[in-house]
């Protein structure tokens, strides 16, 4: 069974920062692309970075050069990096793992995305 449980969230001020992690348990696949997606009340989950198993990375224009995303094979564990946090990042932070997901596309999308974690929440304040 795959679980996967997001740790990290936490109420900052603007230009702040928070580090997301992401531990990974129960998924033995060789290929994927693991992803950070966020969904802040009376919006549409969208997709924030991306990483496939080949070290390929994806950014939402929204936060490109702000947020990085990396993965630690060793300790099972996808982080996102968020540094110079504005209120608009305000929002639950969801990691998710897609099986079927050879490369990142162009456009990091919820659909095909499999197993999800419960959340965390990051609150940036003005």
């Known amino acids: 069974q795959v679980q996967l449980v997001e740790s990290g969230g936490g109420s900052v001020q603007t230009g702040g920062s928070l580090r997301l992690s992401c531990l990974v348990s129960?998924?033995?696949?060789?290929?994927?692309?693991m992803g950070w997606f966020r969904q802040a009340p009376g919006k549409e989950r969208e997709g924030v970075a991306a990483?496939?198993?080949?070290?390929?990375?994806r950014y939402a224009d929204s936060v490109k050069g702000r947020f990085t995303i990396s993965q630690d094979n060793a300790k099972n564990t996808l982080y996102l990096e968020m540094n110079s946090l504005k209120p608009e990042d305000t929002a639950m932070y969801y990691c998710?793992?897609?099986?079927?997901?050879?490369?990142?596309?162009?456009?990091?999308?919820?659909?095909?995305?499999?197993?999800w974690g419960q959340g965390t929440q990051v609150t940036v304040s003005s």
């Open positions: 998710a793992v897609d099986p079927g997901c050879w490369a990142v596309p162009a456009i990091i999308l919820p659909l095909g995305y499999k197993h």
């Open positions: 129960g998924y033995t696949e060789i290929n994927y692309c």
């Open positions: 990483i496939d198993s080949g070290h390929n990375t």
